[in-house]
C-alpha cells in the first residue's frame, strides 16, 4: 500500500521555524516529483513548494521564497521543508504529494500528483 506521512506540524510563535518532513510507504520516492501544498480553511489548496524527481528543479510560491526550502534525502525515502521566518499567513494544513510525471512547466501542478499524504497542521501565533 503506497502511503506519504508528513510529520513535524506544530505550534509555533511568528519569527520561528520549523521542518516538516514527507516519509514514503510502500514506494520509493526517488522517481516521483513531490510537493508541499497548503490548505486554509474557507480557501483553495495551493502549492508551497514542489521538487522534481533528481532534486534539480524546486519551485517555490512567491509568498515562501527566500524563506521555505525544499529538499529531499532518497537515501532516507523522504522530503523535506524547512521553514524559517514564519508568518501568521503560514499557517495552515500542509501535505505532501508524489506524482510520477509532470506534464508542464509548473512543478506544483495539482493535477499531477497522484499520491497525498493525510496532511499535518502548522499554527503561527504568538
Known amino acids: 500500500q503506497l502511503q506519504l506521512v508528513e510529520s513535524g506540524g506544530g505550534l509555533v510563535q511568528p519569527g520561528g521555524s520549523l521542518r516538516l518532513s514527507c516519509a514514503g510507504s510502500?514506494?520509493?520516492?526517488?522517481?516521483?516529483?513531490i510537493g508541499w501544498f497548503r490548505q486554509v480553511p474557507g480557501k483553495e489548496r495551493e502549492g508551497v513548494s514542489c521538487?522534481?524527481?533528481?532534486?534539480?528543479?524546486?519551485n517555490y510560491a512567491d509568498s515562501v521564497k527566500g524563506r521555505f526550502t525544499i529538499s529531499r534525502d532518497n537515501g532516507k525515502n523522504r522530503v523535506y521543508l524547512q521553514m524559517n521566518s514564519l508568518k501568521p499567513e503560514d499557517a495552515g494544513v500542509y501535505y505532501c504529494?508524489?506524482?510520477?510525471?509532470?506534464?508542464?512547466?509548473?512543478?506544483?501542478?495539482?493535477?499531477?500528483?497522484?499520491?497525498w499524504g493525510q496532511g499535518t497542521q502548522v499554527t503561527v501565533s504568538s
Open positions: 504529494a508524489a506524482g510520477p510525471r509532470v506534464t508542464g512547466i509548473d512543478l506544483c501542478l495539482q493535477t499531477d500528483y497522484n499520491y
Open positions: 510502500g514506494f520509493t520516492l526517488d522517481y516521483y516529483h
Open positions: 521538487i522534481s524527481g533528481s532534486g534539480g528543479s524546486t
